[in-house]
């Protein structure tokens, strides 16, 4: 019976956890017995809940039956319901399991749902958001420049250099965690000195083809800003950050 326990447990965590979308980054991330903690934890709430159900539900029970048995008296039915009840409910076992732990078990199941909904309507798509920025630097980073549509550069350790907007990300495996930017410049570090060049300029690309809003005549154009989009792996990436051409420049040293 321990055994099912756990496994109730378990899947009751898990049941939550990629139901959650911050809780599944978290859980995706997570390794050895980090996941087995957040899966208890969360759990271990839904068996909880399961339980409270039970407890309440018990009396209101008890008062049918006691109302049940003063009704048969009336007609001389002699039976004992609320005897039935207690013997069935308390030290009847199926599969050596209790039949008490079963129906706790049972609400619990049943009450994970509820409890799922009332978690996403607590907390809006900011609130979790917010809570996926809170695990690590460039997370923060990343979603708020997302979320306000603001350019980065990034800077990957192989020196390559670029700045552009985020179109998506992905943060849910550490070993496949990527970052899809829209490219605005590409460009390396110099070996020595570590000062970006940048040698391609794709807005100039962007105007000339007419490529969305970059198209200032108006003139129909068949090419997409995400057919130029590119795929950053989170491991390569070495450094990240906000980007403004005007305060870059202000950066630079006058030539």
Same mark, same amino acid.
Request: proline share 3%; net charge neutral; glycine share 6%.
């Given at each position: ?182 490219? !605005? ?16 300029? !794709?807005?100039?690309? !962007? ?39 005007? !305060? ?8």
């Amino acid at each position: 019976m321990a055994l099912l326990l756990v496994l109730l447990i378990l899947v009751l965590g898990y049941r939550h956890c990629t139901a959650i979308p911050a809780q599944k980054s978290i859980l995706k991330r997570s390794s050895g017995w980090e996941s087995y903690v957040l899966l208890g934890n969360h759990g271990l709430g839904g068996l909880w809940l399961g339980f409270v159900t039970f407890i309440v539900l018990v009396p209101a029970i008890y008062g049918a039956m006691i109302i049940f048995s003063l009704v048969i008296a009336i007609f001389g039915i002699e039976a004992r319901p609320v005897t039935a009840l207690t013997q069935f409910l308390w030290y009847k076992q199926i599969a050596g399991i209790d039949v008490w732990v079963i129906a706790v078990g049972i609400f619990s199941i049943l009450m994970g749902p509820q409890k799922i909904k009332q978690d996403l309507s607590k907390d809006s798509n900011k609130n979790w958001t917010d809570e996926l920025r809170k695990q690590d630097a460039i997370s923060d980073i990343v979603i708020y420049a997302s979320s306000e549509v603001k350019p980065v550069k990034i800077s990957l350790k192989s020196r390559k250099v670029y700045v552009g907007l985020i179109d998506r990300e992905q943060f849910e495996r550490i070993d496949s965690d990527n970052i899809v930017i829209i490219p !605005y410049l590409s460009g390396h570090r110099e070996k020595d000195s570590l000062k970006v060049e940048f040698d391609s300029n !794709y807005i100039d690309v !962007y105007q000339k083809n007419k490529i969305e809003h970059f198209n200032t005549s108006g003139e129909p154009s068949n090419a997409k800003l995400a057919d130029f989009r590119c795929v950053i792996r989170l491991n390569e990436v070495e450094s990240i950050s906000l980007f403004d051409l005007q !305060y870059y420049q202000d950066f630079r040293p006058d030539e």
